[in-house]
């Protein structure tokens, strides 16, 4: 069976390189286009397998050895991890632990110039330059993020929602970081098509692709392995990273609000 053509059938659209389609015009025309329409696209194979493994690697430590601690996002502040996990002033109720990384600061995977072909196709779909939010200057208004998120087995999840949609926030990408029927077994990201039915995406994506759909596609994340015991410090279940841009004190409507999946 040609399995481009089984992926489309069930809502995936396997589209090009985000490189190859950022030098293509009719590549990324068509590409808005399916987005425009609410099509599930993937990128394959942005990063290699092995590479996303040791990134989830070094967060799970990070997660171990240092205690959770929310930050605001403004001009410098470092990077940071937080627990999302009955938090009545979340916009979404959800249970996952999240790490964040600005271009203003260091890291050793050096994860914004891996990425910078998916942030600039992100920008472009967006309607900004194409290195906008890259440099870390705050005049800008906003700031791109990498935001990891692990979804612990025994209950990870994220509510149903339709994520804010700013000038800038047309579009979000999000980076396959675990295996579906290895990592873990039930649940994972969902997005509603067009023709209403639910579309469970972890099954047809593997480590190191990118997912991008229309933020205000209704999407979720179903609970990971409900059955099991809820352990936040084994780092057992689902890892993405969502490529945001998120807007500094005073520019949050500009930019959007990146929530997850």
Do not use: K
């Not at 599930?40 to 590479?51: D, F, G, K, P, Q």
């Not at 627990?83 to 203003?104: I, K, M």
């Amino acid at each position: 069976m040609d399995m481009n053509a089984d992926h489309a059938r069930r809502g995936v659209h396997e589209i090009e390189a985000p490189g190859a389609i950022l030098r293509d015009q009719a590549a990324y025309v068509g590409m808005a286009e399916m987005l425009r329409q609410g099509q599930v696209l993937v990128s394959r194979n942005v990063l290699s397998a092995e590479l996303t493994r040791r990134i989830t690697h070094y967060l799970a430590g990070i997660g171990r050895s240092s205690l959770p601690n929310w930050r605001p996002i403004e001009p410098g502040c470092p990077n940071f991890h937080r627990l999302n996990w009955n938090d009545e002033r979340a916009y979404v109720h959800a249970a996952f632990h999240q790490f964040s990384f600005f271009p203003w600061n260091q890291d050793v995977f050096g994860l914004f110039g891996m990425l910078d072909d998916v942030f600039r196709l992100r920008n472009r779909l967006c309607g900004a330059g194409e290195t906008a939010f890259l440099s870390g200057d705050p005049s800008e208004g906003a700031v791109a993020r990498f935001s990891a998120q692990f979804y612990p087995r025994g209950g990870g999840h994220m509510a149903g929602h339709i994520d804010p949609a700013g000038e800038y926030q047309l579009v979000v990408p999000t980076l396959v970081m675990s295996a579906h029927g290895e990592d873990f077994t039930d649940g994972g990201l969902w997005v509603e098509l067009p023709d209403g039915l639910r579309l469970q995406v972890d099954p047809l994506v593997g480590p190191g692709d990118v997912i991008w759909f229309h933020p205000q596609r209704p999407h979720g994340v179903q609970a990971v392995d409900p059955e099991a015991t809820l352990d936040w410090t084994a780092f057992r279940g689902r890892w993405s990273a969502i490529l945001a841009v998120n807007g500094l004190p005073g520019n949050a409507a500009r930019a959007g609000v990146e929530i997850g999946g």
